[in-house]
């Protein structure tokens, strides 16, 4: 089982920063790639941003290239976001699965293990 855990949400201008976390508990499985989801109001979730072991490395939504960037640490999985604008507000998400032949890095159907999420709003 995998556990996960999203902080740093909050609210800020355009144009300024924010850091979210995604604490990683894992009891039984290791997992190969965490990914970042988001959820706008009436809008589906989408793949944000994804970092995967063993040489499959980051990939990032076109939309939040060059100013987001996921890093990970001891148990953790961070998303560096720079830039924010207004349309970057929604519901994060951080989420764990394992890596197949045809795994999409950015598709919600290809993770397995979800965190409740933190609110990001960017005025």
């Known amino acids: 089982h995998v556990q996960l855990v999203e902080s740093g949400g909050g609210q800020v201008e355009a144009g300024r920063s924010l850091r979210l976390s995604c604490a990683i508990s894992?009891?039984?499985?290791?997992?190969?790639?965490v990914g970042w989801f988001r959820q706008a109001p009436g809008k589906e979730r989408e793949g944000v941003a994804a970092?995967?072991?063993?040489?499959?490395g980051t990939h990032y939504a076109d939309s939040v290239k060059g100013r987001f960037t996921i890093s990970s640490g001891s148990a953790a999985v961070y998303l560096q976001m720079n830039d924010l604008r207004p349309d970057d507000t929604a519901i994060y998400y951080c989420?764990?699965?394992?890596?197949?032949?045809?795994?999409?890095?950015?598709?919600?159907?290809?993770?397995?293990?979800w965190g409740q999420g933190t609110q990001v709003t960017v005025s």
């Open positions: 970092i995967c072991t063993g040489g499959a």
């Open positions: 894992r009891t039984t499985q290791q997992t190969d790639c």
């Open positions: 989420a764990a699965g394992f890596l197949y032949p045809g795994f999409n890095y950015l598709e919600t159907d290809d993770y397995r293990f």
